[in-house]
T-cell receptor, first 108, second 114 residues
Framework: DAKTTQPPSMDCAEGRAANLPCNHS???????VYWYRQIHSQGPQYIIH???NNETNEMASLIITEDRKSSTLILPHATLRDTAVYYC?????????FGTGTSLTVIP | DAMVIQNPRYQVTQFGKPVTLSCSQT?????MYWYQQKSSQAPKLLFH???????NEADTPDNFQSRRPNTSFCFLDIRSPGLGDAAMYLC?????????????FGPGTRLTVL
């Protein structure tokens, strides 16, 4: 079962930063946090993952709190194409369960 | 490009008629997953293979079976599809999870049951 909780929906103005929160209070010391997104009718797309340090790639930044009980995915300049459902996932071993995710709508 | 391929992208079957969905990967990954995603829901893990070791989720119905004849291919067999089995079926692969990797998903097969 999913170990994460996320708000069901968020809006963001185009060009602004989108900050998507995730709670994972039961995370263990060696478990990673993964973020995916799913655009309508497509397979989920990997965005980023991290253990305890903040991570950045060409798509997004991942900020993990010091106690590792929560994290935030940041899309620095949201575009209309970022409208999707965003999933935060903490796997156990190779079991990769999805929670309900956050439906992000980017508004023109 | 290394990728996960699912065939067909759209499959129509009749109520009770067995159907097989296919997945292949070019990445030589150890783990292959099958998920079911119904409309407006999150993907639900059905089972996964770690190499040849099959791991079934406790709530996956017996109607769903899987085969992995080699590293590259994995099949989802639905023995007697019901109307409630209409969904998107997603195949995914990973080498291992953690620092070394992440899960890569295919585009999915949308199954319609008439």
């Amino acid at each position: 079962d999913a170990k994460t909780t996320q708000p069901p929906s968020m809006d963001c103005a185009e060009g602004r930063a989108a900050n998507l929160p995730c709670n994972h209070s039961t995370i263990s010391g060696n478990e990673y946090v993964y973020w995916y997104r799913q655009i309508h009718s497509q397979g989920p797309q990997y965005i980023i993952h991290g253990l305890k340090n903040n991570e950045t790639n060409e798509m997004a930044s991942l900020i993990i709190t010091e106690d590792r009980k929560s994290s935030t995915l940041i899309l620095p300049h949201a575009t209309l194409r970022d409208t999707a459902v965003y999933y935060c996932i903490v796997p156990t071993g190779n079991q990769f369960y999805f929670g309900t995710g956050t439906s992000l709508t980017v508004i023109p | 490009d290394a990728m996960v391929i699912q065939n067909p992208r759209y499959q129509v079957t009749q109520f009770g008629k067995p159907v097989t969905l296919s997945c292949s990967q070019t990445l030589n990954h150890n783990v292959m997953y099958w998920y079911q995603q119904k409309s407006s829901q999150a993907p639900k893990l059905l089972f996964h293979y770690y190499d040849k070791d099959f791991n079934n989720e406790a709530d996956t119905p017996d109607n769903f079976q899987s085969r992995r004849p080699n590293t590259s291919f994995c099949f989802l067999d639905i023995r007697s599809p019901g109307l409630g089995d209409a969904a998107m079926y997603l195949c995914a692969t990973s080498r291992v999870l953690g620092l070394a990797g992440y899960v890569l998903f295919g585009p999915g097969t949308r199954l319609t049951v008439l």
